[in-house]
């Protein structure tokens, strides 16, 4: 027999585990997207009649959410500047202020731009500018094998040409005659001691790897991309970072200590230090 549910009681066990607000969100993803309630249905709360192997899959779908398991994982997939990016628990989830970097990448790059993308994770920064960039040519690296099959497979999916690359930014030895007009990243930058303050979906589901830095050392990955571009980036190149909003000014301090010029800390949509932008004379 169909048991009918309210997009109401989904709500109400939400609420148990998440914020109004946000319960309120993902209860509108569950109903819309995963049990294609219309969604004019769902704001006039409206019963969803499921039938024995659709009530079997959203019990499911709560108990993963009440764990604290991000929807995107659970879905198997996040949006990125438009364009649906296969996710699971081995990359993090593509934020929106990483959008506003690639968006600002874009609009910046010359057709024919030679990009590096380092820690290329779902590969939503490389992949994004593939397809944007007129006659781009993008490379990615990434250490973790498990990473680069996710975006290799988002690459095919979307129809970008990427190189990827797996290794370790921290050791890589680039051959010499590697260049590249742009190098991106959004490495690890949340230090240990902040821990503490991330909600659960984040630091038990996505990748301490992609995430974490030691707190006596959060600009590791900064100082050696930064070291990388001065020997791969072409005269006039330019770095693009994604940082930690705490270390801004030392990420500035840090960029002109490597020789870089025209360095920037910009702000992200909510008012913090976001990106570090810088060229190679």
């Known amino acids: ?25 993902l209860a509108r993803i569950v109903c819309n997207e995963m049990l294609d309630q219309p969604l004019t249905d769902f704001y006039l709360g409206k019963d969803i009649v499921l039938s024995a192997n659709k009530e079997i899959e959203l019990e499911n779908i709560l108990t993963r959410l009440c764990q604290y398991e991000p929807i995107q994982y659970i ?16 990359v993090l989830i593509p934020r929106p202020e990483t959008e506003e970097l690639v968006e600002r990448i874009a609009r910046e790059a010359p ?5 590096l993308d380092i820690g290329s994770g779902s590969g939503c920064i490389s992949v994004s500018l593939a397809l944007t960039i007129p006659r781009g040519v993008v490379t990615a690296w ?46 690890p930058y949340v230090t240990e001691r902040e821990r503490a303050t991330m909600r659960p979906n984040v630091l038990e589901w996505e990748p301490s790897l992609a995430l974490f830095v030691p707190d006596n050392d959060p600009l590791r990955f900064y100082r050696r991309i930064a070291d990388l571009g001065r020997r791969l980036l072409t005269p006039g190149g330019r770095l693009y970072f994604e940082i930690n909003q705490a270390y801004g000014k030392a990420m500035a301090s840090m960029l002109h200590e ?9 702000k992200d949509m909510y008012g913090n230090d976001r990106f570090a932008l810088c060229q190679k004379d």
């Open 75 to 90: 879905q198997g997939k996040a949006r990125f500047l438009g364009r649906d990016f296969h996710v699971a628990p081995g």
């Open 1 to 25: 027999m169909n048991k009918p549910i309210s997009p109401a009681l989904i709500r109400q066990r939400l609420q148990a585990h998440y914020e109004a607000g946000e319960a309120a969100w």
């Open 142 to 187: 990434d250490i973790s094998a498990e990473a680069l099959d996710i975006a290799r497979g988002n690459a095919r999916s979307l129809g970008a040409e990427v190189r990827f690359v797996q290794c370790d930014a921290l050791t890589v030895q680039p051959d010499a005659n590697e260049h590249y007009d742009m190098i991106v990243s959004n490495p």
């Open 111 to 115: 057709a024919g731009t030679h990009v």
């Open 258 to 266: 490597y020789g870089y010029t025209a360095i920037h800390i910009e």
